[in-house]
Every structure is written in C-alpha cells, then in structure tokens.
C-alpha cells in the first residue's frame, strides 16, 4: 500500500554524514503496530465475561472495566509526547509496544482483581503512547506519502480490532482458556517492537535532529524551528518542550478544530461500540444477529482505510469531512424511525465512521514538523477520549432514564453539526505552526 521511489529514505546528520532508513522497515512497523493497538481492547470486552466470573466480580468491575480504555487513552495521550521529545519516534514506539506487551502478559500472570486492572491499564498506556505516535512516525518517515502511510497503519488498526474480537474466545477456548486467549496477545505486541528497535538502530540521534529541521516549511513557527536547528532538539528532533506543545496547540484554531472533529467521531463510535447491540435486540432482533450487525458495523473500518489514499490527494478535506458526518447523521436517525433496518443504517454509520481515519491523516497534513504532529495527534486524541468517556456514560444514563434510544440517537445526529464545522477549519490548507490563534 504505501510505495516509494527508493527503497531508503536519506538522512543527514549534524556531522554531514548519510544514513539511509529502510522503508520496509517502517512500513512493518506501521503494520504491525497499527495491528497490534486495538487487542488490548476488544480481546477484554470478547472474554469479559469469563474475566468478571474468574475474578468474582460484579457489574461494578464489569463497568470499571469497560470505561478504562478512553480513560487511559486519554491521560496517557498527554503522556506521550514527552515519552516521544526524549527517546525520538522510533524508540517511542517499540517503548509503547514492549509496554502494552508487559501489560498483557502481567494481567493473566495471577487471577486476582489487582493485577488484572494493573496489568490492563499498563497495556492500554503503551498503545495510548502508540496512538499518538503513529502519525508523528508518518510524518517522520513518509512525509511525501503521509495518505498510503496513514492508510498502511489504519487498515490494520481496523483488521486487529475485528480479528481479536472475532478469534480470542474460540482460541482461548481451544487453547487452555480465557488466560491464554488474552495472553496470546502480548506476543503480537511484542513482535511490533521489532522493526522500530531496528530502525532506532539505523538512524543516530543526530541525524534525526538534523532531518527534523529539514522538515520545517514556509512560514513555520520560528521559535520552535530555531530550537530544532541549533541542536536543542531531543532524539526525533521534535524541539524543546517550552517550544512548541500539547498547550500551544490548544490556543490555536486548526489544533481546536481537529481535536473537535476527533471528540465527536470517536464519541459517536464509541456508543455504537459499547449499545448498538442493545439498540438492535430492543428494534426485535436476536442476540446473534444484534452481533452479526456490530460486526459489520465494526468490518466496515476496513473500508474506511481507503478513504486516506483519497483525502491525501484532495486540495483540501472540507467537503470529504461534511459528506462523512452526513453518513453519521443518516445512521442515527435511521435507527430512531426505521430500527428494523439495521443492516442499512449501520452501513450508513460505518461509513460515516471513515471519519476516524481522515481524522488522523490531518494531523501530519496540518503540521510542519514533527514535533507539532506530535503536540496535534497528542491533543486531539486526548481530547477526544475524555468526551468519548463522557459521552458513552451519559448515553447509558439518557437510555435508562428514558426507556428507549430516542434521545441518544437524535444527540448523537446533533453531535455532527460541530463536527462538520470543525471540518470546514480542519479541513483546508494551514498549519498547526502558524496559526497564532
């Protein structure tokens, strides 16, 4: 999927010296850590009920354990980019995944509460390092080629989210159990790890913060362009902290917009995730079917890996973003005047879910350097998994004081509109750099 004139990109060092970086090498990277960043989560929700009766738990641990995905990719979206300024991208990422490995593997070492909450929250750190990390890589990397990079890694983001949920109770079952289900997982975790150990090999820290420098455009900040050029960088070039961050970019209108249209996406997919069975089987369906539809509302990410190639190619994105939320809207109310036909309107949804993918190839598109794609990626995400939390939990509460999904839909059809006027900021030509905001 993602191609290139040469088989290694070119970096110069402070020294004048050349280094070359294997492409291959960062696009199995980019595949295998895109792969590897969803089991965590939906190998826990397939196997949670085996989990809570091992455990002796009850609808509390049930719930605790539900909400902790966006919480942890919230709090450790803040993390990362300090994680990333002082090892450099490469090293971050093999970092995230040794991590997330430890976290899987230590979670199902004993069958006690402590650990397993423990061992989860350590493995949702490392991917939430993961996330952040994987658009700065693509601009690090694959500055000409930020559309196939984007789509390399989200293609298999949504590829591991539908294998773990669909293989990890039949081969746990198969295997020994529901420790050896989620356990397996730690080793696909730690088999990422290895194309970025190789390339922070490759690649000396000074010559990253030399390529870093390079990367800045016309117009670009020229605070954090001088910390970069003199040598104050850290190990990816990414500037000093004071220079340019997670706090410059939240005063900037192009960081709001994208972190808005990353909220209301990930908010929206989010609820589906967690009720569109319920919202199925309360229409009349079957279990079975309610979780034929969530499937395929879940196999439709996989489609939705195509819409980078496009976006990428576009002058601007205000258009593709607008269209997006509209496939949102349809969905939602769909489901409230017609919910027999769910098939239809969670194609309708899934589509709309492209959104997510699209939100992530802006964040290289609307930065100059590294280090603002990596300030961008870390707010915007941030942001949008603490409202994701919000905004599931309420959805549970509005339901239940309402006995029906009426409200949540018709909310979350009106969530689009800020969505979509995010996207005429988001979407055009401008950098997260310049704007002074």
């Known amino acids: 999927m993602v191609s290139s004139t040469s088989a290694a990109r070119t970096l110069r060092d402070g020294r004048g010296s050349t280094h070359a970086v294997p492409v291959v090498l960062v696009v199995l990277g980019l595949l295998l850590s895109g792969f590897s960043a969803r089991p965590a989560v939906t190998s826990t929700s397939a196997e949670l009920p085996s989990v809570v009766a091992a455990l002796d738990g009850s609808a509390v641990l049930t719930g605790l354990v539900s909400a902790l995905p966006p919480l942890v990719f919230a ?48 493995a949702l750190a490392g991917v939430a390092v993961a996330n952040v990390a994987l658009p700065a890589a693509v601009k690090r990397h694959l500055p000409d080629r930020t559309g196939p990079g984007t789509a390399a890694y989200t293609l298999m983001l949504a590829a591991g989210t539908a294998v773990a949920a669909a293989v990890t109770v039949p081969l746990g079952s198969l295997l020994g159990g529901w420790r050896v289900g ?29 390529d870093a420098a390079r990367l800045r455009v016309d117009r670009v900040d020229r605070v954090a362009a001088a910390g970069v050029a003199s040598g104050d960088a850290s190990a990816d070039g990414l500037g000093p902290a004071s220079a340019f961050g997670v706090r410059r970019v939240a005063r900037t209108r192009v960081g709001r917009a994208v972190a808005v249209l990353f909220a209301g996406q990930a908010a929206s997919s989010y609820v589906y995730f967690a009720y569109l069975p319920t919202i199925v089987t309360d229409a009349g369906r079957t279990r079975e ?45 769909g489901f409230v005047v017609d919910p027999g036909d769910a098939w239809v309107w969670a194609t309708a949804s899934g589509l709309g879910a492209s959104l997510f993918t699209l939100a992530l190839l802006l964040v290289p598109l609307r930065s100059a350097t590294v280090a603002g794609s990596a300030a961008l990626s870390a707010f915007s995400q941030g942001v949008a998994y603490l409202v994701s939390a919000g905004v599931v939990f309420a959805a549970g509460v509005v339901r239940d004081l309402t006995g029906g999904w009426t409200v949540v839909l018709v909310g979350l059809a009106l969530l689009m509109v800020p969505v979509a006027w995010a996207g005429t900021v988001a979407g055009r030509r401008s950098l997260v750099e310049d704007d002074g905001s």
């Open 289 to 333: 079917g309610a979780g034929l539809v969530l499937g395929w509302f879940a196999a439709l990410g996989i489609v939705s890996a195509v819409v980078p190639l496009v976006a990428g190619r576009l002058p601007d994105q205000r258009a593709l973003i607008v269209v997006l939320a509209g496939f949102w809207v349809v969905g939602d109310l």
């Open 75 to 122: 709090a450790g979206s803040f993390i990362a980019p300090p994680v990333i300024a002082r090892l450099g991208v490469a090293r971050a990422l093999a970092a995230a995944a040794a991590t997330a490995a430890l976290g899987l593997l230590a979670r199902v070492a004993l069958v006690t509460t402590p650990v397993f909450l423990g061992g989860t929250v350590l």
């Open 182 to 210: 989620l356990g397996m997982w730690a080793a696909v975790a730690a088999v990422a790890a290895l194309p970025w150990l190789a390339l922070s090999r490759t690649v000396p820290a000074r010559a990253d913060r030399a």
